[in-house]
C-alpha cells in the first residue's frame, strides 16, 4: 500500500500545476484526503483537506482561490490544483489520507505519500 505523488516541477510565477497522489491498495472511497507543503527551513503546513464526504475541514489562508484538492476514488487518485503560483508557494507538497476525518485536518493521517517538489521562480 503506498501513495505517489507526482506532477510537481518548476514553473513560473503566475503559473499552474496540477499535483496527482494515486492510492495504490487503498480505496479513496473510504479515506479523507489533504494536501500539505514543507518549505526549506519550515515545518510542514497544511493547504487542502477534505473529508470522505468531501466536505472541507482546511483551507490554509494561502490556499483561498488558488488551489483546488479533488479526487477521483474510480482511480484512487487525489489532486491538487494550483493557480497564480508564487515564489512563495516553492516546498514539497505532501498528500495523506486516514479513514478518520479529523486525523487528515490536523496534520495527523496515518498514510503518507513521498513528496513532490514543486519550484515557482522566474
Known amino acids: 500500500v503506498q501513495l505517489q505523488a507526482s506532477g510537481g516541477g518548476l514553473v513560473q510565477p503566475g503559473g499552474s500545476l496540477r499535483l496527482s497522489c494515486v492510492a495504490s491498495?487503498?480505496?479513496?472511497?473510504?479515506?479523507?484526503i489533504g494536501w500539505f507543503r514543507q518549505a526549506p527551513g519550515k515545518e510542514r503546513e497544511g493547504v487542502l483537506c477534505i473529508s470522505r464526504n468531501n466536505i472541507s475541514t482546511y483551507v490554509a489562508e494561502f490556499a483561498k482561490d488558488r488551489f483546488a484538492i479533488s479526487r477521483d476514488n474510480t482511480k484512487n487518485t487525489m489532486y491538487l490544483q494550483m493557480n497564480s503560483l508564487k515564489p512563495e508557494d516553492t516546498a514539497v507538497y505532501y498528500c495523506?489520507?486516514?479513514?478518520?476525518?479529523?486525523?487528515?485536518?490536523?496534520?495527523?493521517?496515518?498514510?503518507w505519500g513521498q513528496g513532490t517538489q514543486v519550484t515557482v521562480s522566474s
Open positions: 491498495g487503498f480505496d479513496l472511497d473510504y479515506y479523507a
Open positions: 495523506a489520507i486516514d479513514p478518520i476525518d479529523d486525523l487528515v485536518a490536523n496534520g495527523m493521517a496515518r498514510n
